[in-house]
Antibody
Protein backbone atom coordinates (compact mmCIF):
# COMPACT_ATOMS: atom_id res chain seq x y z
CA UNK A 1 0.00 0.00 0.00
CA UNK A 2 1.47 3.33 -1.04
CA UNK A 3 2.34 5.82 1.70
CA UNK A 4 3.32 9.45 1.29
CA UNK A 5 5.24 11.28 4.01
CA UNK A 6 5.96 15.00 3.86
CA UNK A 7 8.90 16.59 5.63
CA UNK A 8 10.58 19.98 5.83
CA UNK A 9 10.86 23.13 7.92
CA UNK A 10 7.70 24.17 9.70
CA UNK A 11 8.69 27.83 9.68
CA UNK A 12 9.83 29.92 6.72
CA UNK A 13 10.68 33.61 6.75
CA UNK A 14 8.97 36.06 4.43
CA UNK A 15 10.65 36.36 1.00
CA UNK A 16 12.55 33.08 1.51
CA UNK A 17 12.00 29.70 -0.17
CA UNK A 18 9.71 27.00 1.19
CA UNK A 19 11.19 23.54 0.55
CA UNK A 20 9.37 20.27 1.22
CA UNK A 21 10.09 16.65 0.42
CA UNK A 22 7.66 13.77 0.08
CA UNK A 23 9.02 10.29 0.69
CA UNK A 24 7.04 7.66 -1.21
CA UNK A 25 6.94 4.08 0.06
CA UNK A 26 5.09 1.04 -1.20
CA UNK A 27 5.31 2.16 -4.83
CA UNK A 28 8.16 3.09 -7.15
CA UNK A 29 7.73 6.58 -8.58
CA UNK A 30 9.30 5.27 -11.80
CA UNK A 31 6.42 2.81 -12.24
CA UNK A 32 3.94 5.51 -13.11
CA UNK A 33 1.33 7.87 -11.65
CA UNK A 34 1.51 11.61 -11.24
CA UNK A 35 2.92 13.06 -8.03
CA UNK A 36 2.11 16.50 -6.74
CA UNK A 37 1.07 18.90 -4.03
CA UNK A 38 -2.14 20.39 -2.65
CA UNK A 39 -2.24 22.97 0.12
CA UNK A 40 -4.82 24.15 2.64
CA UNK A 41 -4.53 27.43 4.59
CA UNK A 42 -5.76 27.18 8.18
CA UNK A 43 -9.54 26.77 8.30
CA UNK A 44 -9.83 27.27 4.54
CA UNK A 45 -10.30 25.19 1.41
CA UNK A 46 -7.97 23.19 -0.80
CA UNK A 47 -5.70 24.57 -3.53
CA UNK A 48 -3.97 22.46 -6.18
CA UNK A 49 -0.31 23.48 -6.57
CA UNK A 50 0.83 21.18 -9.36
CA UNK A 51 2.05 17.70 -10.31
CA UNK A 52 4.63 15.82 -12.33
CA UNK A 53 5.21 12.46 -13.98
CA UNK A 54 8.46 10.68 -13.17
CA UNK A 55 9.98 11.42 -16.58
CA UNK A 56 7.86 14.32 -17.75
CA UNK A 57 7.29 18.01 -17.47
CA UNK A 58 5.62 19.46 -14.38
CA UNK A 59 2.21 21.11 -14.47
CA UNK A 60 1.52 24.08 -12.21
CA UNK A 61 -1.41 26.12 -11.00
CA UNK A 62 -1.15 29.31 -13.12
CA UNK A 63 -1.59 31.42 -9.97
CA UNK A 64 1.63 29.95 -8.51
CA UNK A 65 3.59 29.11 -11.64
CA UNK A 66 6.09 31.96 -11.34
CA UNK A 67 7.17 30.85 -7.86
CA UNK A 68 6.86 27.07 -7.75
CA UNK A 69 9.05 24.13 -8.75
CA UNK A 70 8.06 20.47 -8.42
CA UNK A 71 10.61 17.75 -9.12
CA UNK A 72 11.15 14.04 -8.59
CA UNK A 73 14.21 12.09 -7.47
CA UNK A 74 13.63 8.54 -8.66
CA UNK A 75 16.79 7.25 -6.96
CA UNK A 76 15.41 8.31 -3.59
CA UNK A 77 11.75 7.76 -4.54
CA UNK A 78 10.95 11.30 -3.47
CA UNK A 79 8.98 14.28 -4.73
CA UNK A 80 10.02 17.82 -3.89
CA UNK A 81 8.29 21.18 -3.72
CA UNK A 82 9.96 24.57 -3.75
CA UNK A 83 8.01 27.80 -3.43
CA UNK A 84 9.98 31.00 -3.45
CA UNK A 85 9.29 34.51 -2.22
CA UNK A 86 6.87 33.32 0.44
CA UNK A 87 4.37 35.62 2.10
CA UNK A 88 1.81 35.16 4.86
CA UNK A 89 -0.68 33.79 2.33
CA UNK A 90 1.57 30.76 1.81
CA UNK A 91 0.95 29.60 5.38
CA UNK A 92 -0.85 26.28 4.96
CA UNK A 93 -0.85 22.56 5.44
CA UNK A 94 0.93 21.10 2.42
CA UNK A 95 -0.17 17.66 1.24
CA UNK A 96 1.77 15.34 -1.04
CA UNK A 97 -0.67 13.63 -3.41
CA UNK A 98 -0.89 10.96 -6.11
CA UNK A 99 -3.11 10.77 -9.18
CA UNK A 100 -3.33 8.25 -12.00
CA UNK A 101 -3.23 10.95 -14.70
CA UNK A 102 -2.18 14.59 -14.91
CA UNK A 103 -5.80 15.76 -14.69
CA UNK A 104 -7.36 13.32 -12.29
CA UNK A 105 -8.77 12.81 -8.84
CA UNK A 106 -6.40 12.23 -5.96
CA UNK A 107 -6.27 8.61 -4.86
CA UNK A 108 -3.64 8.98 -2.15
CA UNK A 109 -2.76 11.78 0.24
CA UNK A 110 0.07 12.25 2.67
CA UNK A 111 -0.80 13.25 6.24
CA UNK A 112 0.20 16.85 5.50
CA UNK A 113 2.71 19.20 7.07
CA UNK A 114 2.03 22.70 8.38
CA UNK A 115 4.30 25.43 7.08
CA UNK A 116 4.05 28.85 8.65
CA UNK A 117 5.45 31.91 6.90
CA UNK A 118 6.57 34.57 9.33
CA UNK A 119 8.81 37.57 9.65
CA UNK B 1 -9.80 28.73 -14.26
CA UNK B 2 -13.02 26.81 -13.71
CA UNK B 3 -14.67 28.01 -10.50
CA UNK B 4 -16.45 25.49 -8.27
CA UNK B 5 -19.20 26.74 -5.98
CA UNK B 6 -20.50 24.50 -3.22
CA UNK B 7 -23.71 24.98 -1.29
CA UNK B 8 -24.56 25.16 1.46
CA UNK B 9 -21.34 26.11 3.23
CA UNK B 10 -22.69 24.60 6.44
CA UNK B 11 -25.39 21.97 6.85
CA UNK B 12 -26.82 21.01 10.24
CA UNK B 13 -28.32 17.53 10.37
CA UNK B 14 -29.14 14.61 12.63
CA UNK B 15 -28.13 10.97 12.54
CA UNK B 16 -30.41 9.14 10.11
CA UNK B 17 -31.13 12.20 7.95
CA UNK B 18 -30.77 12.15 4.19
CA UNK B 19 -28.63 15.10 3.10
CA UNK B 20 -27.50 16.54 -0.21
CA UNK B 21 -24.65 18.91 -1.10
CA UNK B 22 -24.51 20.76 -4.40
CA UNK B 23 -21.46 21.74 -6.44
CA UNK B 24 -21.72 24.01 -9.47
CA UNK B 25 -19.01 24.53 -12.08
CA UNK B 26 -18.56 27.83 -13.90
CA UNK B 27 -18.43 25.89 -17.20
CA UNK B 28 -19.15 22.37 -18.29
CA UNK B 29 -16.77 19.71 -16.95
CA UNK B 30 -18.68 16.68 -18.26
CA UNK B 31 -18.40 14.20 -15.37
CA UNK B 32 -14.83 15.05 -14.36
CA UNK B 33 -15.74 15.59 -10.73
CA UNK B 34 -14.69 14.01 -7.45
CA UNK B 35 -15.92 14.32 -3.89
CA UNK B 36 -13.74 14.07 -0.76
CA UNK B 37 -14.47 13.87 2.95
CA UNK B 38 -12.16 15.59 5.41
CA UNK B 39 -12.15 15.28 9.18
CA UNK B 40 -10.35 17.77 11.47
CA UNK B 41 -6.57 17.37 11.39
CA UNK B 42 -6.72 14.70 8.68
CA UNK B 43 -6.09 14.58 4.98
CA UNK B 44 -9.08 14.42 2.64
CA UNK B 45 -10.32 10.98 1.63
CA UNK B 46 -11.79 10.15 -1.77
CA UNK B 47 -15.48 9.23 -1.77
CA UNK B 48 -16.62 9.50 -5.38
CA UNK B 49 -14.93 10.08 -8.74
CA UNK B 50 -16.23 10.61 -12.27
CA UNK B 51 -19.28 12.24 -10.66
CA UNK B 52 -20.97 9.00 -9.60
CA UNK B 53 -18.43 6.18 -9.16
CA UNK B 54 -18.02 5.10 -5.55
CA UNK B 55 -14.39 4.73 -4.50
CA UNK B 56 -13.25 1.42 -3.08
CA UNK B 57 -14.33 0.83 0.52
CA UNK B 58 -16.78 3.75 0.64
CA UNK B 59 -20.18 2.84 2.16
CA UNK B 60 -23.11 2.63 -0.24
CA UNK B 61 -25.03 5.32 1.66
CA UNK B 62 -22.85 7.80 -0.27
CA UNK B 63 -23.85 8.59 -3.85
CA UNK B 64 -23.02 11.17 -6.47
CA UNK B 65 -24.89 12.45 -9.48
CA UNK B 66 -24.78 15.15 -12.13
CA UNK B 67 -22.96 16.19 -15.26
CA UNK B 68 -22.05 19.36 -17.06
CA UNK B 69 -22.19 22.13 -14.47
CA UNK B 70 -24.33 20.79 -11.62
CA UNK B 71 -23.44 17.95 -9.28
CA UNK B 72 -24.81 16.48 -6.06
CA UNK B 73 -23.34 14.42 -3.25
CA UNK B 74 -25.98 12.61 -1.20
CA UNK B 75 -25.81 10.63 2.02
CA UNK B 76 -28.89 8.45 2.38
CA UNK B 77 -28.81 7.99 6.16
CA UNK B 78 -26.28 10.12 8.01
CA UNK B 79 -24.07 8.19 10.43
CA UNK B 80 -22.09 9.64 13.38
CA UNK B 81 -18.82 9.20 11.49
CA UNK B 82 -20.14 11.28 8.55
CA UNK B 83 -19.95 14.60 10.39
CA UNK B 84 -17.09 16.19 8.47
CA UNK B 85 -16.32 18.68 5.71
CA UNK B 86 -16.92 17.69 2.10
CA UNK B 87 -15.15 19.09 -0.97
CA UNK B 88 -15.87 18.77 -4.66
CA UNK B 89 -12.96 18.77 -7.12
CA UNK B 90 -13.01 19.29 -10.89
CA UNK B 91 -10.30 17.64 -12.95
CA UNK B 92 -11.29 18.51 -16.50
CA UNK B 93 -8.17 18.23 -18.69
CA UNK B 94 -9.29 21.28 -20.70
CA UNK B 95 -8.85 23.45 -17.62
CA UNK B 96 -5.41 25.01 -16.98
CA UNK B 97 -5.72 24.12 -13.33
CA UNK B 98 -7.53 21.62 -11.13
CA UNK B 99 -9.83 23.37 -8.67
CA UNK B 100 -11.77 22.55 -5.53
CA UNK B 101 -15.05 23.81 -4.15
CA UNK B 102 -15.03 25.87 -0.97
CA UNK B 103 -16.27 23.01 1.18
CA UNK B 104 -19.46 22.07 3.05
CA UNK B 105 -19.26 21.42 6.76
CA UNK B 106 -21.83 18.92 8.00
CA UNK B 107 -22.41 19.39 11.72
CA UNK B 108 -24.79 18.18 14.41
CA UNK B 109 -28.21 19.80 14.48
Amino acid sequence: QVQLQESGPGLVKFSETLSLTCAVSGHSISSGYYWGWVRQPPNKGLEWIGNIYHNGLPYYNPSLERRVTISVDTSRNQVSLKLNSVTATDTAVYYCVRSARQSDWVDNWGQGTLVTASS
Amino acid sequence: DIQMTQSPSTLSASVGDRISITCRASQSISTWLAWYQQKPGKAPKILIYKASTLASGVPSRFSGSGSGTEFTLSISSLQPEDFATYYCHQYDSHSPSLTFGGGTKVDVK
